[in-house]
């Protein structure tokens, strides 16, 4: 009141609450005799905020243990400040892009001015690695093996890193449509598959051999045989089997081959021995007439 800024006066004080904001500026007019003076004495009530905000930052899903991630991600800010209190925090920040070392930053600023910052860093890989197999050796034209084919895999990844690749696998069981998967899974946990499909046949086709018509009792033939093949194979099937053979010629341990050989590539062979004999023998009686 007047009445109080005159008693004040009296006592050479003047009291005069003020409220200071984040930038502050104090003009003060004096008029009076020439040689006066005027102490300006600004006395605060608490202790001022000098001290910046509190600022955490939480990553929404955690990395994995090679600290990967292979989705998006969200950084959330959480701010305080025990004396004048938060005044503005970083919203939350949702990280698509795929890289490694990606740094996101928020800030916090207090009711006073102070400010705070943190930063997180992250890796996202969101593409899945690649993988190719190869089987060696090469089936044959009609997609068969008839020895152990290995199967490798060859694997990679340009941005995680590829963690693991499947080792090679030797196939040593016979049998048709064998899947062989290969798996690769890179430092971020993304996973690709491939698979190779293989047939396999290592034993050899069944092949038998039948004369028509059969040789006599002493193991002869006086005609034309024929020998005939019958090739037979329980898994690839047969590729090959050779003809029926005419023999024609006279003789004595006459061999005739047939083979057989199957989709796989196995052969088998078997043999018939001929003697064959078409000759007439003549007899002839001389008759003496006498003179």
Known sequence: ???????????????????????????????????????????????????????????????????????????????????????TCSNPVTVTTEGINQIITGTATDQAGNTASTSVTFNVDKTQPVISASVSPAPNAAGFHNADPTVTFTCSDAVSGVATCSDPVTVTGEGMGQVITGTVIDKAGNVASTSVTLNIDKMQPMISASVSPLPNAAGFHNSDPTVTFTCSDSLSGIATCSGPVTVTTEGTGQAITGTATDQAGNTASTSVTINMDKSVLLSFKWVSSGN
Do not use: Y
Request: aromatic fraction near 4%; proline fraction near 8%; charge should be positive.
């Open 1 to 87: 009141t007047l009445e109080s800024l005159k008693q004040a006066f009296k006592q050479g004080r003047i009291r005069k609450p003020v409220t200071l904001n984040t930038t502050n500026a104090i003009s003060v007019e004096v008029q009076g005799k020439i040689g006066s003076g005027l102490t300006v004495l600004i006395l605060g009530e608490g202790v001022p905020d000098q001290t910046p905000p509190i600022i955490a930052a939480s990553v929404n899903p955690p990395p994995n243990a090679a600290f990967w991630h292979n989705q998006n991600v969200t950084v959330t800010f959480t701010c305080s400040d025990s004396l004048s209190g938060v005044a």
